[in-house]
T-cell receptor, first 116, second 116 residues
């Protein structure tokens, strides 16, 4: 597609439920990133992929968070047993590649998660 | 531990005047810096960047200045236009020559309002 597409745009869930957030990157973009943004803060790195390989997951807060990109295109961020502190905007970004000086991240509009 | 700080939550300027947005960082390993702009309900979009080997980069009305000794960078917008009203995020990358181009550390953002 023309841009980075994320779904759902809004998700309200009850504490303890699992949620899956989807990201469809720009066609042909090798690298895909997940960020989390709390209200009034900047985006915070979670994890990223080059093709289908997860290169860095150092930003995932705990083992309830996981991400995959099985075919090197669409990615899913899964949060198990959600807690209220997981409420945030989850942003996906993609870039042509992850290792060149011309690399620029294009962000999606985000998925806003609210855990009740 | 906020490694990238934007100490001004908001800035208001008159159309045609200069807007100066400031950013401070603490991590000496940061060697590439970017500014992103964000409109409501959209993802952040890339604006301009600078490598640590330079002290200035200019693109049209936008100029970024980097003072490495002070660990400070600023974004100048001249002349400011009402359409520039947005949230501006400063971001930094450590070891940009490696494989970490997408692992950005963001500041909290500054809301710029340009009045007609």
């Amino acid at each position: 597609g023309a841009g980075v597409s994320q779904s759902p745009r809004y998700k309200v869930t009850k504490r303890g439920q699992d949620v899956a957030l989807r990201c469809d990157p720009i066609s042909g973009h090798v690298s895909l990133y997940w960020y989390r943004q709390a209200l009034g803060q900047g985006p915070e790195f979670l994890t990223y992929f080059n093709y289908e390989a997860q290169q860095d997951k150092s930003g995932l807060p705990n083992d309830r968070f996981s991400a995959e990109r099985p075919e090197g295109s669409i990615s899913t961020l899964t949060i198990q047993r959600t807690e209220q502190r997981d409420s945030a905007m989850y942003r996906c970004a993609s870039s042509l590649d992850g290792w060149s000086g011309a690399n620029v991240l294009t962000f999606g509009a985000g998925s806003r998660l609210t855990v009740l | 531990d906020q490694q990238v700080k934007q100490n001004s939550p908001s800035l208001s300027v008159q159309e045609g005047r200069i807007s100066i947005l400031n950013c401070d960082y603490t991590n000496s390993m940061f060697d590439y810096f970017l500014w992103y702009k964000k409109y409501p309900a959209e993802g952040p979009t890339f604006l301009i960047s600078i490598s640590s080997i330079k002290d200035k980069n200019e693109d049209g009305r936008f100029t970024v200045f980097l003072n490495k000794s002070a660990k400070h960078l600023s974004l100048h917008i001249v002349p400011s236009q009402p359409g520039d009203s947005a949230v501006y995020f400063c971001a930094a990358i450590a070891n940009a020559g490696g494989t970490s181009y997408g692992k950005l550390t963001f500041g909290q953002g500054t809301i710029l309002t340009v009045h007609p």
